[in-house]
């Protein structure tokens, strides 16, 4: 079965970010797990930093937005001779904290409202990127 969502979580650190129809850039928002050394090596996959994540001010508000926003063009999306999933993409620096969480939460929301939504971690398998503590 075809998805209604496709969803990839990715970071702008490793490449382009992929094609979309609605695209969530987190790195000067939301706090960064990379910052903790105790976060580092995880993921969003984790549940630690998806808490971490979604208790930022902010995260939850633009989670909901996303799948809003979702729900709105996949009518736009369905016609009857044209039919695809809605895509979106969530980015963060390096692919493995913030978006991954974020990519989650946004799936389980759609799937929570019974709309199918597939995710994909394009870069949560990546090493970590070196850089200065930000957020």
Request: proline fraction near 6%; include cysteine.
């Amino acid at each position: 079965m075809t998805p209604e969502v496709e969803i990839v979580s990715f970071g702008y650190g490793h490449d382009a970010p992929p094609q979309a129809d609605l695209t969530w850039d987190v790195r000067t928002s939301l706090r960064d797990p990379h910052v903790d050394p105790a976060m580092r090596q995880m993921t969003g996959l984790d549940k630690a930093v998806q808490e971490h994540v979604l208790a930022t001010r902010g995260a939850i508000s633009g989670v909901r937005g996303f799948a809003s926003a979702a729900l709105g063009m996949r009518v736009a999306l369905d016609t009857p001779d044209r039919r695809r999933p809605v895509q979106i993409a969530i980015g963060c620096v390096g692919g493995r904290h913030r978006s991954v969480a974020l990519a989650e939460a946004v799936a389980d929301v759609l799937r929570r409202i019974h709309v199918t939504a597939a995710v994909t971690h394009r870069d949560v398998h990546r090493p970590l990127i070196q850089r200065e503590a930000a957020r």
